[in-house]
């Protein structure tokens, strides 16, 4: 996608106008370029004035029909932010979901009340299904295992506002590559750049075959490994994740890997100084907290980035930037 709109015109004719979410693959570096510049331009009017109408009059729905804090709560305050309203359904047990209505049914339903829709699901490709039946902009919250695109775009936006330009960085992801939709979209997302990737796993829990192809095709160098004490005092940026019990069938295999990579501040003694610790949260026992008072953990701010991306996406997809 390419386009010469500056941000905050009411620009209807932008090509993100009216665009589903579903992947982080739809976006070129022009596209992450002008995502970004509207964050950031975000950032500054929430430091300046705190909310501001861009949306007024407009509702967002969101659907989760798994747990979540972060996205359901930062598109939430990325929405309110701008102006507009929320229609929540958090739980979707106590919709008509649990009556037994297909989601086709159910998106069809909030597009006549809402503008726009974000939408979390555990099967992988809901939000491609769904967008088949609303015509109103759909965006993925986190589809299964598959991907998190607003995810992989905030964690973008964060290295970007922490450590400047990503070309010529080293990103160790580590933990849970397996189940984590966040890595899978980051991965991708980063295939696009000049980086070096260490994907750092418990032997079961290594990043998908799939992913790997597409790495492969793009030409991104990648090493997979088993221990972090290689790779650590080479890396800008460690994306820790939480081994996701959720996800696992057998108990037993959960419990043999959970804590098999845990960053204390021995592993920060090892680190850069300028480096960051990232996570796209919640996390369990992967971080300890003492890494919380050590600033490279970026994490807390990694959330507030969040919002700022999500304001800009909102913005977009409903033609205002
Ligand atoms: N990072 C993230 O997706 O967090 P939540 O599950 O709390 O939304």
């Given at each position: 996608m390419t386009r010469t709109h500056l941000p905050f015109g009411d620009k209807r004719d932008s090509a993100f106008y009216g665009t589903d979410i579903v992947s982080v693959s739809q976006f070129d570096k022009d596209d992450l370029d002008y995502i970004f510049e509207v964050a950031h331009e975000m950032r500054n009017m929430v430091a300046r004035i705190?909310?501001?109408?861009?949306?007024?009059?407009k509702l967002l729905a969101n659907l989760f029909y798994e747990p979540s804090t972060r996205t359901s709560s930062s598109f939430t305050a990325a929405m309110e932010r701008l102006g507009g309203g929320v229609i929540s359904i958090n739980e979707v047990r106590y919709s008509s979901v649990s009556k037994g209505e297909s989601l086709p049914d159910t998106v069809r339903t909030l597009e006549r009340y809402a503008d726009v829709i974000v939408l979390r699901h555990p099967d992988v490709g809901a939000t491609a299904l769904a967008a088949r039946y609303t015509t109103k902009p759909i965006i993925n919250a986190g589809d299964g295992v598959g991907e998190h695109p607003t995810q992989a775009l905030l964690d973008l936006f964060t290295i970007r506002e922490e450590l400047?330009?990503?070309?010529?960085l080293t990103v160790t992801m580590v933990g849970?590559?397996?189940?984590?939709r966040t890595v899978h979209s980051l991965a991708k997302l980063l295939s696009g750049f000049d980086v070096n990737l260490q994907f750092v796993s418990p032997d079961i829990l290594p990043m998908p075959d799939d992913i790997l192809a597409g790495l492969d095709e793009s030409g991104a160098p990648y090493e997979q490994l088993n221990s972090l004490d290689s790779v650590i005092a080479g890396t800008d940026v460690l994306y820790v994740t939480r081994v996701q019990r959720e996800r696992f069938d057998d108990e037993a295999d959960y419990d043999r890997v959970k804590n098999e990579f845990v960053i204390d501040t021995d592993t920060l003694t090892a680190a850069k100084q300028r480096m960051i610790v990232m996570h796209p949260l919640p996390r369990v026992n992967e971080i300890t907290m003492e890494v919380d008072d050590d600033p490279r953990a970026a994490y807390f701010r990694q959330m507030e980035y969040g919002m700022y991306v999500r304001m800009a996406l909102l913005a977009m997809v409903l033609g205002k930037a």
């Open positions: 705190g909310a501001f109408d861009l949306l007024k009059g400047g330009d990503v070309d010529g849970d590559l397996k189940y984590g």
